[in-house]
């Protein structure tokens, strides 16, 4: 088979403009990169999150912006938000599980809410200079949400759908409802793609022959837990233990190099580098794995990074 195009999904707090750069400049093997939802927040957006779309920090990089909103006010404002950053594409976050967005109608919250998800869908549709597509899940309660959601969806353009077949409010917990992405398949009429517990090779590739018809796959935690993941599968062959890891030392003193010019202290700095592990538990094993989240200072820290 082919490879399909990966997308790598955004995460807050792990796939930033730093990560990604290293990670594309590294490794690689990624179609799509995608920003940590932009959002509005006491009349307007963060400033670091401003930061994190700004083309100065996303060069070379194939990146996408992409916002949550819960009403119209908030998709003009981060639309132009980002239309002002020279943008032509971006992705509508409706899949987001958790509470503090989705109780509020953002994210997966949205789906359902379809009188404001049709007046998003108008305002989409009269947008001539730039495209968009959306992630989305089947519902925020009820895994039938999707169903009227898709109804709209499919009536406006859009370059593509990013389905993960959970309900909001499992988060990640439970199963992935393969016959919900079946019957989602079937009735989309837009190029779809699958997200949802992608973590080896070989999940890929069953979902690949599982749905021959999909436009790309897109991964989040299982490329945090193994970061080669993309390339091999474009390679079809998974690389040996000590590249894995050459490349995750290097990786990580590549974060490292960057965060000493930014934080104030070594509890900063191993804060901010602890983060890179939180998800490879399993690449590293659970001795290395417990050693570095468990080191007490930075000295130690280090020292454990080396022996991993």
Not at 105 to 112: E, I
Not at 227 to 232: D, G, H, N, Q
Request: proline share 5%; glycine share 8%.
């Amino acid at each position: 088979m082919t490879p399909l195009p990966i997308h790598f999904a955004p995460l807050q707090g792990y796939t930033g403009d730093v990560y990604r750069r290293i990670h594309h400049r590294l490794l690689g093997g990624i179609s799509q990169y995608y920003t940590p939802f932009l959002r509005m927040e006491g009349g307007g957006v963060r400033s670091k999150d401003i930061r994190d779309i700004h083309p100065d920090f996303n060069q070379g990089v194939p990146v996408i912006p992409q916002i949550i909103a819960k009403n119209m006010k908030e998709f003009d404002f981060l639309t132009q938000t980002v239309e002002e950053r020279g943008y032509k594409h971006i992705d509508i976050n409706m899949g987001c599980p958790f509470p503090m967005q989705a109780k509020h109608g953002r994210g997966s919250g949205l789906l359902a809410h379809v009188d404001i998800l049709e007046e998003m869908a108008s305002a989409i549709a009269q947008k001539t200079n730039i495209t968009f597509s959306v992630k989305m899940r089947l519902g925020w309660e009820n895994k039938e949400e999707w169903k009227p959601a898709l109804d709209i969806l499919n009536q406006i353009p859009l370059s593509y759908i990013t389905l993960h077949s959970r309900i909001g409010t499992q988060q990640y917990k439970g199963e992935v409802c393969m016959d919900s992405f079946e019957e989602f398949c079937s009735r989309c009429k837009h190029p779809l793609i699958y997200n949802g517990d992608l973590t080896t090779l070989e999940d890929i590739q069953a979902i690949q022959q599982r749905f021959p018809q999909l436009a790309g796959i897109m991964i989040g935690r299982g490329l945090l837990a193994r970061p080669s993941l993309a390339v091999e599968y474009q390679t079809g062959k998974e690389l040996p233990w000590e590249t894995r890891r050459n490349q995750l030392l290097d990786f990580h003193e590549q974060l490292k190099a960057h965060y000493e010019t930014t934080v104030n202290s070594d509890t900063q700095l191993l804060n901010q580098l602890r983060t890179f592990w939180e998800y490879m538990e399993e690449e590293l094993g659970r001795k290395a794995y417990k050693r570095l989240m468990k080191a007490g200072n930075l000295k130690n820290y280090l020292i454990a990074v080396r022996d991993i």
